[in-house]
Every structure is written in structure tokens, then in C-alpha cells.
């Protein structure tokens, strides 16, 4: 395993600048300039205007602040050409998602081990995969558990896995049909009984940073985070008590939503709330987060609701 000094300039590589990638870039920016580091972001060639401009206020904010944006098609570049972008880095941070398109993760993942880079935060701000394994009904969700089995297959690049479960805001997701404030519905996803884990993103943007910088060094492990933990019965009293309206309430189970993908079976949200619906792998206790464990406040539900709404 290769050593990973603080003190040495620490060259950073973010995939992404949107929701999530925004959120780490929040907090990176300063932690990496005050170890003498720069940040480059890996952003999509429609982020910038026909002058070359970075459209986005939040990219022109960061890029003032210093970070270095270049312009790449992810889900066309080859292995290769992202091993050749790679190699000049020490550590990359993955905030890309599944927008590139299906086996982007896995082909990102290839090209980090093949630079030989020093650290690695794949993009699996998400479930507990190893639990969850392959067949969830998210076919996006088997590519990440296949990420993990090829960083535990390898000893050259230290990874850091982050879980965080659900991002809170996808809760309040019109299309994701579980809380619809407009609507004054809330469908719990297997059960009122049924737990998940959610985490605001400008949280895992802040303890992303943390646990990047925590000494002694994190080395391949999975770190949990959350927000809360919290029951969709919970949600709803919660949902309830802050708007201080009633809601109507439904359970979708999960045999009823695996005969809706029976019929839809292409249905990316009817996919989501069938892999939640499960429950296992969806949640973890409080207690054993990492920000739990070194004393970080976290948004629950109603703080995010009180912020956002």
C-alpha cells in the first residue's frame, strides 16, 4: 500500500459539480488549500457555454476559489483516456452518479486502479450494497456492488466507501412518490414500520471532507453516515407535525410494487421505491455513524424540512 502524506501537496480530482459534488466542493475547497493542495472537477462539456464559460454560479464560485474545471464526456471516454487523466492525481472523489449512463461506475472505477491512484472515494453515496447484493430490482445498484468486489480485490489504491443512505431531499421527490407535500400524500415503501436512512447532501459534503481528513488516515473501510434513521411511520407523524396538516396515507407493499414492475418493468422510480421497499440495507443505527461517533451534528427530517421548506 502505498503511503499517503498530508504534509506533501495534495493534488484532488472531483467527478462531478452537481447536487452532491457541489456539497463536497463546499467544504474540500478550503480543507485542501490549507494542506497546500489544489482541487481539479471533472464536469460534462454542456457546462459551459458556447464562449467556454461555466454556466453554473456555483461552478464560477469554485472555480474563483481556485478549482481547476475540465470539460469531459464521461460516458464516451475510454478506459484509457480517463487512466491518462487519472495518473496526475492522488486522490479522486467520485460524485458522478449514474448520469454518464449504465457501466460508467464500473469503467471509472477500472481506470482509477489501472492510474494507480494513491486514494479513491467511489460513487456509492448510497445503500449498503454489501447487504443488499445483486437482484434489489435496481439493475444500477448490481453495478455497485460489483465496484466494491473490485476495490477488495486489489491492494494498490486505498478506498473509503460512504454510506449514507437516501439523500433526505429524495424523499420529498414528486416522482419518487413518497412524500408529495403538493399533493398531501405519504406512501411508505414496504411498510409504516419499514426503516430508512437519509442524509442531507450538504451533510455528506461536510463529512465527506471530515473523513478524507481524519487521522489516523481511513484505509478501506465502509463509513456510515446519516442524517437520521427513521421509520416511514415516523416520517409521517413528522411530515404531519411540521405542516400541521393531515396527509393521506397508503402503504405500498412490496408484492405490489414488484406486480407494477411486472408491468413497467423500465420504470427507474418504480424501480426505487420496489429496492426500498425492502427494507434491509436501506437503514443503520445512529449510533453506529461516524458522526454520531465523533460528536458531528446532522440534519434529521424535520431540521431539512424547516431549512427547505
Not at 464516451?76 to 452518479?97: H, P, Q, R, Y
Not at 443488499?132 to 486489489?154: A, C, F, H, T
Not at 430508512?196 to 473523513?211: A, E, N
Request: aromatic share 10%; proline share 3%.
Amino acid at each position: 500500500m502505498q503511503e499517503h502524506d498530508f504534509n506533501s501537496t495534495e493534488k484532488v480530482l472531483v467527478l462531478g459539480a452537481g447536487q452532491l459534488g457541489n456539497a463536497v466542493l463546499n467544504s474540500l475547497m478550503s480543507a485542501v488549500k490549507q494542506t497546500n493542495g489544489t482541487v481539479s472537477v471533472i464536469v460534462s462539456p454542456n457546462a459551459r457555454d458556447e464562449q467556454g464559460q461555466l454556466r453554473s454560479l456555483s461552478h464560477q464560485k469554485h472555480a474563483s476559489n481556485g478549482a481547476d474545471f475540465i470539460s469531459i464526456d464521461m460516458a464516451a471516454a475510454t478506459l484509457e483516456s480517463l487512466k491518462a487523466l487519472f495518473e496526475s492525481f492522488d486522490t479522486v472523489i467520485n460524485c458522478m452518479g449514474f448520469v454518464a449512463g449504465s457501466g460508467t461506475q464500473l469503467k471509472i472505477t477500472q481506470a482509477v486502479l489501472a492510474a494507480k491512484i494513491k486514494r479513491y472515494f467511489p460513487w456509492q453515496f448510497g445503500v449498503n450494497y454489501d447487504v443488499v447484493g445483486k437482484g434489489s430490482g435496481q439493475p444500477v445498484w448490481d453495478e455497485q456492488y460489483d465496484v466494491r468486489n473490485l476495490l477488495r480485490e486489489q491492494r494498490t489504491t486505498e478506498w473509503v466507501i460512504i454510506s449514507t443512505g437516501m439523500f433526505t431531499s429524495f424523499l420529498f421527490e414528486p416522482a419518487f412518490n413518497v412524500v408529495n407535500l403538493a399533493e398531501k400524500t405519504i406512501n411508505a415503501l414496504g411498510g409504516w414500520d419499514t426503516q430508512v436512512t437519509v442524509t442531507s447532501p450538504s451533510d455528506i459534503g461536510r463529512l465527506t471532507t471530515d473523513i478524507y481528513l481524519h487521522q489516523p488516515r481511513i484505509v478501506n473501510e465502509v463509513v456510515f453516515i446519516a442524517g437520521e434513521t427513521i421509520s416511514y411511520g415516523k416520517l409521517a407523524d413528522t411530515v404531519e407535525n411540521f405542516t400541521k396538516q393531515s396527509f393521506t396515507r397508503k402503504v405500498l407493499t412490496l408484492p405490489m410494487l414488484f406486480d407494477e414492475l411486472r408491468l413497467n418493468p423500465d420504470d427507474l422510480m418504480l424501480r426505487y421505491r420496489a429496492a426500498f421497499a425492502r427494507g434491509d440495507g436501506m437503514w443503520w443505527p445512529m449510533g453506529e455513524t461516524y458522526n454520531a461517533k465523533n460528536n458531528i451534528q446532522t440534519q434529521n427530517v424535520e431540521d431539512w424540512l424547516k431549512e427547505s421548506i
